[in-house]
């Protein structure tokens, strides 16, 4: 995934309210301080430092609107240590949706299991009050058979990063998600139904090494993750490559301790 705007590297001097960042701007007119949305619920923990002495490198878009408050889009945060962590927590179901078309238009799956499935909808209503982000089906025809069977897909943003065990691992959820832990509940009646699931952890950092569930942060939602996967879902955490230019899934799969 490409990205649709130009990106900026500034210094990353604060964020507040959750969706508010202040970003400093240096270019041959002198120095400015912009504000702009940070399109990320979570703590981002391991992510930023929490230094005032010394600013993080980020990567932001600008709209290019005046009147408006908030000037442009947090993308990515270099670590203290180098790495540059996505953080844009909507584009995740856009690479996502991109490999699965890209598997059935070219009859290659980009991962082994989605082979066979020749339809691909995102946003998949499951009942009247929720939806999964996207199913596989073996054709668009299955979208009004409710007897087919469908391999349901799940997408989670990952940018938490913790030590284990002597290993880097990356982790999810960075704060107690009661969505998250709905959806894995949701997931495991469709899996009693008759039909496969899967989780996918898209890394946002190329630093980690495994996959592990945060259970320091949430321990419900580990029990329910291995709960899940005993029923037989599937545990897909991809390593993204994250560049001022764009989004790269890669089928590079961590392994989930």
Known sequence: ?????????GLLLNRYKRFFADVELK??????????????????KAVIEKNPTKPQKCWFSLHGDETKKL???LEAIQTATGTWVGVNTSNPNKIVTEAALFSIETGTPFLPHWKGFQFYKPEFKINDKSRLDGAFLKSEADLQNPKSKKHFIEIKNTTYKSIVDGK????????????????????MLL????????LI??????????????????PEYAKLLKQAQKKG????????EVSRTGVVLTNQLLPFK
């Not at 879902?233 to 993204?240: G, T």
């Open 1 to 9: 995934m490409k990205f649709s705007k130009k990106l900026f590297e």
């Open 27 to 44: 270019d041959e007119s002198g120095t400015e301080k912009i504000t702009i949305h940070v399109p990320n619920t979570g703590s981002l």
């Open 71 to 73: 000037k442009g889009t």
């Open 168 to 187: 880097p691992h990356a982790q999810f959820p960075d704060a107690v998600t009661e969505r998250g832990q709905k959806h894995l509940e949701e997931m």
């Open 191 to 198: 899996m009693e139904q008759g039909h496969t699931c899967e």
């Open 201 to 218: 952890f898209t890394v946002q950092r190329n630093d980690v090494e495994a996959f592990s569930a945060a259970v320091e942060i949430d």
């Open 233 to 240: 879902l599937i545990i897909s955490p991809l390593i993204c």
